[in-house]
């Protein structure tokens, strides 16, 4: 059984999730994950909207919206929230987390990504903002974990211990744009890494984030609302 508290995985690096838009299409400030739903119904922001490929977060959009916990166990308040996101979904052009070109060329004018991607497409399109809607949002944390059977036990450690030198570090913070858990690491980053305001998660926002709870006897019916989100965007 994987371990409750992590004792056998070490983490690589962290982030959230925000919305990044264009001001001169959708107008306005996104300031609350109810602005974000509000602003994707308008003309000229509708159909150019995405969301990320993660059932959790597009339920927590209007979990958070609603000001619900997205760790809730009540299917009443989950199922209000996919179809909220369902009614959203006719607004929503892809569910991808990762679509820069898009946002750089004008196609999407909004999307919930995570900062590290908000990073790049920034650099590409400088008019774009991001934020971290309130009321809150989702911490979380990529791992290096080895499988209790894995075959090349020792390449995996070498492998490991490559990436978490301090140097492989910072270089990989200035490429990705997700901190590490490398004491210090601010201090040491080189200034003249690009946008490191978005890199980092500020004091103020990194208390509103929460970590997902994964909880088995919840996750089929979690899916099968996700499922209908997508069909109802037509995914």
Do not use: C
């Not at 997902?212 to 109802?232: F, H, M, N, W």
């Amino acid at each position: 059984m994987p371990s409750p508290v992590n004792d056998y995985a070490v983490p690589k690096d962290y982030g959230t999730i925000g919305v990044i838009w264009d001001p001169t299409a959708v107008g306005g400030q996104i300031k609350t994950w109810q602005d974000y739903l509000d602003a994707g119904a308008k003309p000229g922001v509708s159909g150019k909207v995405e969301l990320t490929d993660v059932p959790d977060e597009t339920l927590g959009i209007a979990l958070w919206a609603m000001g619900k916990d997205f760790n809730t166990d009540n299917k009443h308040d989950l199922r209000k929230a996919a179809d909220v996101m369902k009614a959203f979904a006719k607004h929503v052009k892809a569910f991808n987390e990762f679509d820069t070109d898009g946002l750089a060329n004008g196609s999407i004018v909004m999307a919930v990504v995570s900062q590290g991607t908000a990073r790049l497409v920034i650099q590409r399109n400088k008019k774009l903002k991001y934020v971290i809607p309130r009321p809150a949002s989702k911490l979380w944390v990529d791992m290096y974990a080895i499988p209790a059977k894995a075959h090349n036990v020792d390449q995996a450690y070498t492998f490991m211990n490559f990436f978490l030198q301090p140097t492989r570090q910072i270089k990989d913070v200035a490429y990705i744009g997700y901190p590490t858990a490398l004491p210090g690491l601010s201090k040491r980053l080189p200034a003249s890494v690009p946008l490191r305001q978005l890199i980092f998660i500020s004091p103020a926002d990194f208390a509103r984030l929460h970590p997902y709870s994964v909880r088995p006897a919840l996750q089929d019916y979690v899916s099968g609302l996700y499922t209908e989100i997508k069909a109802a965007a037509g995914a």
